[in-house]
């Protein structure tokens, strides 16, 4: 019979201890035994970045890791990127403001990128945003509005 | 688009992933950064009974000057590591350049320098610079380890010298010849994307100004990375002016590449950016061996 693993993972501050199967992908971990659905499954072959999540502060792409190499690790996904509940993210505002999304597949895995890259880069050109996104497929927006977001967001982080 | 079943171990030393490599044999995979077996095992492509997931072993990840002044890369080293590396940016201004071609920001924070070779997929980088800078690979096994040629290892369609027990554990690429310059250019659809065709040049000039020594090594273009042999043998003791380069570049689409067409690209336009990509990489080779400042 096929393994069951006991893993232990940190998401969004809040420690799971679960049983998995090695085969089970990061992406229906958090989406089907955490009913995290915020992290979205677009392509399941590491092209489309809808998945994308933080593993240890890095934007990865949850659908190319298993469950069980979480194990110990430490996971952001968009559930846990507004400070509360009743306030959006900085990020999430500028998308809001902006119009960067339609329908808003893509979103959860276009702000997990785009965290970790303001708070490295907090004055980005529009070639290092448009080279940030580049692993993030949009079928929407043609991206234009979320490049603005991002130079909006930029200046909302920097206040 | 799920996975099938395997059993997985995830070894924090070397010996014990060796060991698991040498018991499981052939239906057993080594788990680098998974950015490439992953998706063939979501599409079933690939369907191994055993993953050895090699991420718990910190001591492959590292980035050190070689005793001959080039690099030594442990397998596991991230994309990213080296993409952002201050030492290889100073030493290695050809692999800095490259690292940012390869897939996009997530891919790179996972993929590994290792995995990539292992790979050995004909459409990537790393293997076809391996080949321009005659870079070797580290292979270890339980029966012991060995130093593998770039020009030996990658021996067909994601293929490789590799025994099925053995891993790669670290790759040495010596350094550019004193004087020498380079350059690399690759077309894709979308940036970071597979290239539809590829080129590394790396070129020196002897105290005549003649061609001293010149490698151009090509990928997306046949079943692995390819040297453009005729083209060097045309340029090998000739002054590079832009005739010598126009007529290398030419016997390269023409005589060293035989290739695919599919529904990226189809051989003629690949051959025609052969010509291209042979000619803008030898051009900015040139320049830098002539210490020119060369942007993109």
Known sequence: MSQRIPITVRVNGVTYQREVEPRLLLSDFIRHELNLTGTHVGCEHGVCGACTILFDGQPVRSCLLFAVQADGHDILTVEGLAPDPDHLHPIQEAFHEAHALQCGFCTPGFLMTLKPFLEENPEPTDEEIREAISGNLCRCTGYDHIVDAVRIAAEKMQK | ?296
């Not at chain 2, 080293?77 to 350049?97: F, G, I, N």
């Open chain 2, 1 to 296: 688009m799920k996975p099938p079943p395997f059993d997985y171990y995830a070894p924090e030393t070397l010996d014990e992933a060796l060991a698991l490599m040498a018991q499981h044999g052939y239906g057993a995979k080594a788990l680098a950064g998974g950015q490439s077996l992953v998706p063939t095992m979501n599409f079933r492509l690939a369907a191994p009974s055993v993953l050895v997931d090699l991420n718990r072993i910190l001591d492959l990840s590292y980035i050190r000057t070689a005793s001959d002044g080039g690099l030594l890369i442990g397998a596991m080293t991230r994309h990213a590591q080296a993409e952002k590396s201050p030492k290889v940016a100073d030493t290695y201004p050809l692999l800095h350049a490259t690292m940012p071609n390869i897939g996009h920001p997530q891919i790179r924070n996972r993929g590994t320098l290792g995995g990539s070779i292992a790979h050995a997929d004909p459409a990537a980088e790393l293997p076809a610079l391996l080949r321009a800078v005659q870079g070797r690979i580290k292979a270890q096994s339980a029966r012991g380890s060995r130093w593998i040629d770039a020009d030996d290892f990658f021996t067909g369609f994601f293929t490789t010298a590799l025994a099925e027990d053995e891993l790669i554990t670290e790759i040495h690429l010596p350094p550019l010849p004193a004087g020498s310059g380079w350059a690399m250019q690759e077309v894709a659809r979308r940036h970071g994307d597979f290239a539809l065709v590829g080129v590394f040049a790396v070129l020196k000039l002897d105290a005549s100004g003649r061609c001293e020594h010149v490698r151009i090594s090509m990928f997306g273009v046949g079943d692995g990375p390819m040297l453009a042999e005729t083209a060097m043998g045309v340029l090998r003791g000739e002054k590079l002016d832009d005739d010598a380069i126009a007529t290398a570049a030419e016997a390269a689409a023409q005589k060293d590449v035989d290739p695919p067409s599919d529904v990226h690209a189809t051989a003629a336009f690949r051959r025609h950016l052969v010509n291209v990509l042979v000619k803008r990489t030898l051009t900015q080779a040139l320049a830098r061996a002539a210490g020119q400042e060369v942007t993109a």
